[in-house]
């Protein structure tokens, strides 16, 4: 919300849930560092913010409330390979310490493949044509990328999605 600075932004559902408790700030400053974001950037509006710092924003509203469900509809579309890559990882972390459910959706398959434990591939009439269990170490780290297992993996999903496309 462009009118209200990053504290007020991951506040909003904290004072949505309960608008009589008073939200606590600690709560906010914990959850934003586990986005990667500083202190500093409390008292910062979106448009003072870059494409990745509002993301992390918005996934720390998201996280605030602990949630036991996460739903993320093509999150990081919108920004450079580099960053993604590294919001990829970041989401990886809390996913990890957090046991938070994701449901995660993505047309980029080597993000799918990155961050799942489990791929569900659709075709164009949202008919469910695939149910791919991923077979690669819980801990994900970036080395990863380049290794044989995840490039073969990615190669399957991707033959799985060109075929539910037919």
Do not use: C
């Not at 309960?18 to 586990?34: H, M, R, V, W, Y």
């Not at 992390?56 to 920004?79: G, H, Y």
């Not at 990829?88 to 938070?100: A, G, S, T």
């Not at 290794?147 to 496309?165: C, H, I, K």
């Amino acid at each position: 919300m462009p009118w209200r600075n990053v504290q007020d932004n991951v506040r909003l559902p904290l004072e949505l849930r309960d608008p009589a408790s008073g939200s606590s700030l600690n709560t906010i400053k914990e959850t934003i560092g586990q986005v990667g974001l500083a202190e500093a950037d409390l008292d910062k509006f979106p448009r003072e913010l870059s494409g990745g710092m509002r993301m992390r924003v918005s996934m720390a509203r998201a996280l605030v409330t602990n949630p036991d469900m996460m739903f993320m509809d093509e999150p990081f579309a919108a920004l450079d390979e580099l960053l993604r890559q590294q919001l990829n990882q970041l989401i990886h972390e809390i996913w990890r310490k957090q046991q938070v459910t994701m449901m995660f959706v993505t047309h980029n398959v080597s993000e799918a493949v990155y961050l799942s434990d489990r791929i569900l591939v659709m075709n164009r009439h949202g008919d469910i044509t695939q149910d791919v269990s991923i077979k690669l170490p819980e801990q994900r780290s970036p080395e990863l990328r380049a290794s044989s297992g995840y490039l073969q993996t990615v190669a399957e999903v991707s033959s799985f999605l060109q075929e539910s496309m037919v």
